[in-house]
């Protein structure tokens, strides 16, 4: 099942969602001349690439349609393009100085052992770097999981793929197994959401997406209702607002010309 994105939704955390991505990126050791961003979503982060290499030139790839059609129509930089595109079927002419990926490889299953592919399309000397979230044990995602395998909901969910990813460790062992040299964490930020529901609006933006839109009409109004309710009460607000404990693991590679 093909699920549409809404950037609006997904921007409107858009401070917490950028963060972890500034973080990834002052980690990274190379000076890139091209930068090609593989999940780059309604293009919210290519600022932060243009600001640390103001020379490069930077491609943004995504594959949704409503994605890339809200990052054109908000670029202005002749230098930045977008394009609709497969992270698992993308293969540049050339090589790139640099492939970063945020929050986008979680999707894919298996997308540990694309690593090594997307690694050998990096030219000599650059630099793979990418993050993903590491709160799938959570309980905002095991109560999606738990409620979404209940009937009724089931009927319509039970075919849905959730989204998994590894720890840091794996990550490390994957790419220095081909000869890379690696520098590998894990960060848990404690969001402070606020307005109604905050973690239910957070997550039906992004990991819970799936499932509500596998939902009939009549039955997502019931779910969101139920999935609400829950998250409220493992998430309480407190007069400052709802804290979101969110653990994200990262990852920058690089090898050295010679070393090719």
Do not use: K
Not at 138 to 148: F, K, Q, T, V
């Amino acid at each position: 099942m093909t699920t549409g994105w809404d950037p609006a939704a997904y921007l409107g955390f858009a401070d917490e969602r950028t963060r972890p991505f500034a973080d990834l990126l002052a980690r990274v050791p190379t000076r890139p001349r091209t930068i090609t961003d593989l999940g780059c979503g309604p293009g919210h982060l290519s600022g932060l690439l243009r600001s640390r290499w103001p020379d490069a030139v930077i491609e943004g790839i995504d594959s949704s349609a409503e994605m890339v059609s809200r990052a054109i129509a908000g670029n202005s930089d002749p230098r930045i393009s977008y394009r609709r595109g497969d992270i698992r079927q993308w293969d540049p002419d050339t090589p790139v100085d640099l492939l970063v990926s945020n929050a986008a490889l979680q999707w894919l299953p298996g997308h540990l052992h694309l690593l090594p592919g997307l690694a050998g399309r990096i030219a000599p000397g650059g630099c793979l770097a990418f993050s993903v979230p590491g709160n799938f044990d959570a309980p905002s995602h095991r109560l999606l999981r738990e409620l979404a395998g209940r009937p009724p909901y089931v009927a319509h969910t039970a075919t849905v793929e959730h989204p998994s990813a590894h720890d840091a460790a794996t990550y490390l062992h994957e790419l220095m197994g081909h000869g890379w040299s690696v520098d590998a964490w894990e960060t848990t930020y404690a969001h402070v959401l606020r307005g109604p529901d905050p973690v239910l609006r957070w997550i039906s933006g992004t990991g819970a997406r799936p499932v509500l839109q596998a939902l009939p009409a009549h039955l997502r109004v019931r779910f969101e209702r139920e999935y609400g309710a829950a998250l409220r009460a493992a998430y309480p607000g407190r007069e400052y607002g709802t804290v979101l404990p969110f653990r994200r693991v990262f990852c920058v590679a690089w090898r050295g010309a010679s070393e090719q």
